[in-house]
């Protein structure tokens, strides 16, 4: 009965299907060459021209002002968890960490290995279920930078304003949220996000950084991994994720066509707005994030009992809902809405809440 699949995975996650359906015809023909981007030189100016002409469109989306630069590394954004203080932080040095669940968690752990790490503040005491108020942060002049994690694909959290740090540079993961919404760039120092929840496949991070960032990099650094070297040789020290690139440049393009980020965002909370809206209509579900501080992007949810949770998950997939199991750390159920979700999608989780409500209620 239910024939269409509907999947709410928090990565890597839906792609909309008329990029999906450019990629699959220019499999058998980029640029009318005769071969696939996938069997193309990586030192061609055909690629060279897609990067620069990726990073002028995410340059456009995000209102980019001068004096950032844009990379396409490997790794994913857990690399990041450890290049970021090889780039940014000198051995001596002390690096501050936003502790607000799972991937703020995992950062620092990482970055502890780099240097000292100063917790600036943490929501671990209420599980993770806040962003703690940035008036309250504890931000020792002596950081090299403050490691923030925007959205919290786990526990379901989201910075809903960009913080201000002061004068130390704001280091932002923002891989489940990257390109959700605009953002006010200049707060930033760097924003790093893997691209496999709004913009396509796992393995790409994009890292952004201030120029004035630059030149601290130790020197053991892996030169592929150093951003001042990379920049120098046009992001191509190595041959870099050329199919990946591809479609995060289909993507930007069909982000565009949805109206840019602005356009996007109103989508985003509409939609999420629907389903917390099903979530506290009472207590059949409950949703550990303190509102105002909830994720637009990965909704957090749970049931009265485990029995249920696993019957929930059973006639969810029956209806072809699915991958609405919880993060393995944070448990419970989670539903993931980014950019490329359809409200057909939306809809179809919707009634079938209600009516697991009705029947279980
Ligand atoms: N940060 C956040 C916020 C994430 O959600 C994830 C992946 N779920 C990562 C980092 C790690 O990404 P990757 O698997 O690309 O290393």
Redesign the pocket.
């Known amino acids: 009965r239910y024939n269409k699949k509907y999947n709410f995975a928090?990565?890597p996650a839906p792609l909309p299907e008329s990029v999906l359906a450019k990629a699959r015809a220019e499999l058998d023909d980029w640029q009318g060459q005769g071969y696939s981007i996938l069997e193309t030189p990586f030192s061609s100016d055909r690629f060279a021209e897609l990067m620069v002409q990726a990073k002028m469109r995410l340059r456009a989306l995000l209102n980019l002002p001068p004096g950032y630069q844009i990379l396409f590394l490997q790794?994913?954004?857990?690399?990041?968890?450890s290049l970021i203080p090889l780039n940014l932080l000198p051995a001596s040095g002390k690096a501050g960490y936003v502790d607000t669940g799972h991937?703020?968690a995992?950062?620092l752990q990482e970055g502890a290995r780099y240097g000292k790490a100063h917790i600036v503040a943490s929501s671990r005491s209420t599980g993770y279920d806040r962003i703690p108020s940035p008036h309250r942060w504890s931000l020792p002049q002596d950081l090299s930078y403050c490691h923030i994690?925007t959205?919290?694909?786990?526990n379901g959290v989201q910075f809903h304003a960009d913080p201000d740090s002061d004068d130390i540079p704001l280091v932002a993961?923002?891989?489940?949220e990257f390109l959700s919404r605009p953002i006010n760039i200049n707060q930033y120092g760097l924003i790093y996000a893997?691209t496999?929840?709004n913009l396509g496949p796992?393995?790409l991070?994009i890292v952004i950084i201030r120029e004035t960032l630059l030149g601290r990099a130790r020197p053991e650094t892996p030169r592929v991994f150093n951003y001042e070297s990379q920049i120098e040789a046009g992001n191509r020290t190595n041959t870099p994720l050329m199919f990946a690139i591809y479609l995060v440049d289909l993507m930007l393009k069909w982000l565009d066509a949805q109206g840019g980020l602005p356009a996007i965002q109103i989508h985003n909370k509409h939609q999420s707005e629907q389903v917390y809206s099903v979530i506290d209509q009472d207590d059949f579900y409950h949703c550990p994030a303190q509102p105002g501080h909830r994720s637009v992007m990965n909704l957090c949810f749970g049931l009265a009992s485990e029995s249920l949770r696993q019957t929930f998950l059973a006639e969810a997939s029956e209806r072809g809902l699915l991958n609405l199991s919880g993060h393995s750390h944070a448990g419970g159920l989670r539903a993931s809405l980014y950019n490329a979700q359809t409200d057909a999608a939306v809809s179809a989780l919707i009634d079938f809440m209600r009516d697991f409500r009705n029947r279980y209620g």
């Open positions: 928090a990565g790794g994913g954004a857990s690399a990041q968890f991937w703020s995992r950062a994690t959205n919290e694909t786990a993961d923002m891989t489940s893997g496999q929840k796992a393995g991070v």
